[in-house]
């Protein structure tokens, strides 16, 4: 379907969704969907699991594209519909709070009362997204402009993220949250060690070894066999640097995560339901241009950029600031990330991290999710 006929079906839906929409609102009721229905993850999932424990008289439901892959969160207390079927349409439509961490169809009308809330999936201010990153086809730019007809409400992890990525790439000139992203808050507190030995169950790694989890961002033109360096190398350099075992988890960007080579070398994780567990779990990160990078820096590990197409991915997507300004050791092949590696210095590292962080504003408290609770109670 073209893009001219997506968009003018896209307002002729949301206009007749609107007039469906007459009836009462279940003030108490509060709808999640993750990166579209795909995942039970993310910002959303800490939000839910904050009410679970603390508001268990909120009526909660989850939309997913496969349901019935989620069934168990019914032992919860969690209602599972599937994402974008006539029952989600129907219980959207009657529900006070949408939550997400992305954006909601365009033909989605909000209604009366009704609050939506988008998390987002990224913190800090990296490579560009939206109206700042021009690969969408006008089309697409056309029904984003009507989705933002919503009145919809962001949350912030910093400073900069609110200036360059709401304001300037989403141009949203809406309510934002400074509040942080819920996912983050444990890697604030510091209070969940028993991830680390969750993880090393899971996965069979030895109770001694350290972890290294790297988690490289999607890229339209490159095979997931492009994204790897030498594997027992960096386990050598991560040895002679910080002493003991390595093993590593590789978890690849869902669009190329079945396209990952087997090998004893690392070990596929790309299917693990949780990335912050991971990020908790793991002793160090390589990344390229992931805000995993942000998530990692509040807990003050090690992270190492390794960008073998730095150049030609600053020419079609670009940054909000400089790579090079960032804190993190950058390399683009795998001597130069051994070599950064070996020559890591912690003590400069931390004050660079924390420079890094108060130059965005970081608003990361570690009680995001409570804060969001809290302003959905008071806004009743």
Same mark, same amino acid.
């Given at each position: 379907?073209?893009?001219?006929?997506?968009?003018?079906?896209?307002?002729?839906?949301?206009?007749?969704?609107?007039?469906?929409?007459?009836?009462?609102?279940?003030?108490?009721?509060?709808?999640?969907?993750?990166?579209?229905?795909?995942?039970?993850?993310?910002?959303?999932?800490?939000?839910?699991?904050?009410?679970?424990?603390?508001?268990?008289?909120?009526?909660?439901?989850?939309?997913?594209?496969?349901?019935?892959?989620?069934?168990?969160?019914?032992?919860?207390?969690?209602?599972?519909?599937? =994402?974008?079927?006539?029952?989600?349409?129907?219980?959207?439509?009657?529900?006070?709070?949408?939550?997400? #961490?992305?954006?909601?169809?365009?033909?989605?009308?909000?209604?009366? !009362?009704?609050?939506?809330? #988008?998390?987002?999936?990224?913190?800090?201010?990296?490579?560009?997204?939206?109206?700042? =990153?021009? !690969?969408?086809?006008?089309?697409?730019?056309?029904?984003?402009?009507?989705?933002? !007809?919503?009145?919809?409400?962001?949350?912030?992890?910093?400073?900069?993220?609110?200036?360059?990525?709401?304001?300037?790439? $989403?141009?949203?000139?809406?309510?934002?949250?400074?509040?942080?992203?819920?996912?983050?808050?444990?890697?604030?507190?510091?209070?969940?060690?028993?991830?680390?030995?969750?993880? !090393?169950?899971?996965?069979?790694?030895?109770?001694?070894?350290?972890?290294?989890?790297?988690?490289?961002?999607?890229?339209?033109?490159?095979?997931?066999?492009?994204?790897?360096?030498?594997?027992?190398?960096?386990?050598?350099?991560?040895?002679?640097?910080?002493?003991?075992?390595?093993?590593?988890?590789?978890?690849?960007?869902?669009?190329?995560?079945?396209?990952?080579?087997?090998?004893?070398?690392?070990?596929?994780?790309?299917?693990?339901?949780?990335?912050?567990?991971?990020?908790?779990?793991?002793?160090?990160?390589?990344?390229?241009?992931?805000?995993?990078?942000?998530?990692?820096?509040?807990?003050?590990?090690?992270?190492?950029?390794?960008?073998?197409?730095?150049?030609?991915?600053?020419?079609?997507?670009? $940054?909000?600031?400089?790579?090079?300004?960032?804190? $993190?050791?950058?390399?683009?092949?795998?001597?130069?990330?051994?070599?950064?590696?070996?020559?890591?210095?912690?003590?400069?590292?931390?004050?660079?991290?924390?420079?890094?962080?108060?130059?965005?504003? #970081?608003?990361?408290?570690?009680?995001?999710?409570?804060?969001?609770?809290?302003?959905?109670?008071?806004?009743?």
């Amino acid at each position: 379907m073209s893009d001219y006929l997506q968009t003018i079906m896209a307002r002729m839906l949301r206009h007749l969704l609107k007039i469906l929409s007459v009836g009462r609102q279940h003030a108490k009721r509060v709808v999640f969907f993750s990166y579209f229905g795909s995942q039970y993850s993310c910002n959303p999932k800490y939000i839910c699991e904050y009410m679970l424990e603390y508001a268990p008289d909120y009526e909660i439901v989850w939309a997913f594209v496969q349901p019935e892959k989620f069934l168990f969160l019914e032992e919860k207390g969690i209602k599972v519909t599937k =994402y974008l079927s006539l029952p989600f349409l129907r219980i959207c439509l009657t529900s006070r709070y949408i939550i997400t #961490n992305s954006e909601i169809p365009a033909w989605f009308p909000l209604t009366g !009362k009704q609050t939506l809330i #988008n998390t987002w999936h990224g913190g800090g201010a990296y490579k560009k997204v939206g109206a700042a =990153y021009q !690969k969408e086809t006008s089309g697409k730019q056309k029904r984003a402009a009507i989705a933002r !007809k919503n009145p919809c409400i962001y949350l912030s992890s910093s400073k900069a993220f609110t200036e360059m990525t709401l304001k300037e790439s $989403f141009q949203h000139t809406g309510k934002v949250l400074a509040f942080g992203m819920p996912r983050n808050d444990m890697l604030v507190r510091q209070d969940r060690d028993d991830l680390y030995m969750k993880i !090393k169950d899971f996965y069979h790694i030895p109770a001694e070894n350290h972890i290294l989890l790297y988690a490289p961002t999607y890229r339209d033109s490159k095979k997931a066999s492009e994204y790897l360096f030498d594997c027992p190398k960096v386990k050598q350099a991560l040895s002679r640097r910080f002493g003991g075992s390595w093993s590593v988890l590789y978890r690849m960007h869902y669009f190329v995560m079945n396209q990952l080579p087997e090998s004893d070398d690392y070990i596929d994780a790309s299917g693990y339901p949780d990335m912050q567990e991971l990020l908790y779990a793991s002793d160090v990160l390589i990344t390229d241009y992931s805000s995993s990078m942000w998530d990692f820096s509040l807990k003050k590990g090690p992270c190492f950029l390794f960008a073998t197409d730095l150049d030609h991915y600053d020419l079609s997507r670009g $940054f909000y600031t400089d790579i090079h300004t960032w804190p $993190f050791p950058l390399s683009e092949n795998t001597e130069e990330l051994t070599a950064a590696i070996e020559h890591f210095d912690e003590s400069q590292y931390l004050a660079d991290i924390q420079k890094h962080l108060d130059g965005l504003g #970081n608003q990361e408290s570690g009680k995001s999710a409570e804060k969001v609770f809290e302003y959905l109670q008071s806004n009743q």
